[in-house]
Structure formats: C-alpha cells, structure tokens
T-cell receptor, first 114, second 115 residues
Framework: NAGVTQTPKFQVLKTGQSMTLQCAQD?????MSWYRQDPGMGLRLIHY???????DQGEVPNGYNVSRSTTEDFPLRLLSAAPSQTSVYFCASKKAGTGSTEAFFGQGTRLTVV | AQTVTQSQPEMSVQEAETVTLSCTYDTSESDYYLFWYKQPPSRQMILVIRQEAYKQQNATENRFSVNFQKAAKSFSLKISDSQLGDAAMYFC????????????FGTGTLLAVQP
C-alpha cells in the first residue's frame, strides 16, 4: 500500500529558482491538500482540492500554485523560490465528505532556499 | 476563524508514568472533530486519536485517551504507561463538521520520555 507519496524528500533551491513538489495518492481520495510546517507554527494549509479540476487557497497561498488534473496527483509549484519558503511541506489526502475519517499524510519534503 | 492553542511547547515524562498534553480551541460551530497527531523524528504524521464533538464519551485508544470538555473547548491527551517510543512532537488539530475537510493545527508539544 503506497498511500500518499511525496517526491523529493529533500531539496535545496537557490532564490528565484522554480520547482514542483510532487504528490500522488492511490486511495482514490477526493480531497487533497498541501501544508507547510515551520518551527513553533504547526502545520498551515497552503492549497487544497476537493476533486479533479477544483482547487482553492488555504491560509498561506502566496508564492505557490497548484493544479489537479487527475484524482491521483496534486503537485505544488513554487514559481520563484524565496528564503521564506524554507520549510517542510506535507501533502495529505482524505476521502471527501463529513465525518471523522482520517487524513493520510505523505512523508514530507524538506525544502531549503538559499 | 477557528484556532487551536497548545500552551506547552515541551513536556517530559518518566518511562511508565502518565503525562497529559493540553489543547484548547475556539470555534462557533457545534459540529466538528478533534484529533491528536504524533510526529516522530521520521517526520511521518500519525493519527493517535480522534473525537467527534457530538459524542459525550471520551475517546480511548489503548494507552491514549482524551479529556474532551466541550463547554470549556478543551481537548487534552493523556498517555498512560509512557514508553520510549512515545517521544515525539504531538499536534492537536480541529476540523469543521461541514465538507471543508480543512485541518487547523496547534503549534505542537514536544514530548521527551526519560528512561
């Protein structure tokens, strides 16, 4: 069972470079989301999607783009990396709807922008 | 807007002892869910326990239990018979009962377990 797979696990970027963090899930979950984790701030929602073709902004969307062309994949794009985007990024997926169903998280990507 | 507060940045417990991690939240909703996640050094986010707001009975999962006080908006986690493998960062999280599916996290409590 692969669950939620994030690639890469580690990445170093130079300021101004662009890159895409990949996220794939094999559970046919409708809901997918991206969080960033910073020391002393917990996890904060960047963008989320409730299904293919539908995305929306979370709490801290600036500097990031997303798209959802398939149910399985939800990539996060950094258009022009800044040192403030140094963080650990988590992708999560969940079956849509109400209830206390569990969100499944990927292993995270540690991104450093120098 | 909903908020989640964890006022204990770090806690320490002796092996085999009991420890309680605190969490308070603020919401105007009546239907919501609360969660505790564990994050060991591997970075993996692991669901420890969940509580539905409409349930009065406190959730339990083996050595983990919660004290859910809805009126006080408090959701503490009790770990009994602490083990070395319990050492981790613990996050409290909130989710509305609607279809938003958004999780709102606290800032975390780093738990150390002393042998």
């Amino acid at each position: 069972n692969a669950g939620v797979t994030q690639t890469p696990k580690f990445q170093v970027l130079k300021t101004g470079q662009s890159m895409t963090l990949q996220c794939a899930q094999d559970m046919n979950h409708e809901y997918m989301s991206w969080y960033r984790q910073d020391p002393g701030m917990g996890l904060r929602l960047i963008h989320y999607s409730v299904g293919a073709g539908i995305t929306d902004q979370g709490e801290v969307p600036n500097g990031y783009n997303v798209s959802r062309s398939t149910t399985e994949d939800f990539p996060l794009r950094l258009l022009s990396a800044a040192p403030s985007q140094t963080s650990v990024y988590f992708c999560a997926s969940k079956k849509a709807g109400t209830g206390s169903t569990e969100a499944f998280f990927g292993q995270g990507t540690r991104l450093t922008v120098v | 807007a909903q908020t989640v507060t964890q006022s204990q940045p770090e806690m320490s417990v002796q092996e085999a002892e009991t420890v309680t991690l605190s969490c308070t939240y603020d919401t105007s909703e009546s239907d919501y869910y609360l969660f505790w996640y564990k994050q060991p050094p591997s970075r993996q986010m692991i669901l420890v326990i969940r509580q539905e707001a409409y349930k009065q009975q406190n959730a339990t999962e083996n050595r983990f239990s919660v004290n859910f006080q809805k009126a006080a908006k408090s959701f503490s986690l009790k770990i009994s018979d602490s083990q070395l493998g319990d050492a981790a960062m613990y996050f409290c999280a909130y989710r509305d009962g609607g279809a938003t599916n958004k999780l709102i996290f606290g800032t975390g409590t780093l738990l150390a377990v002393q042998p």
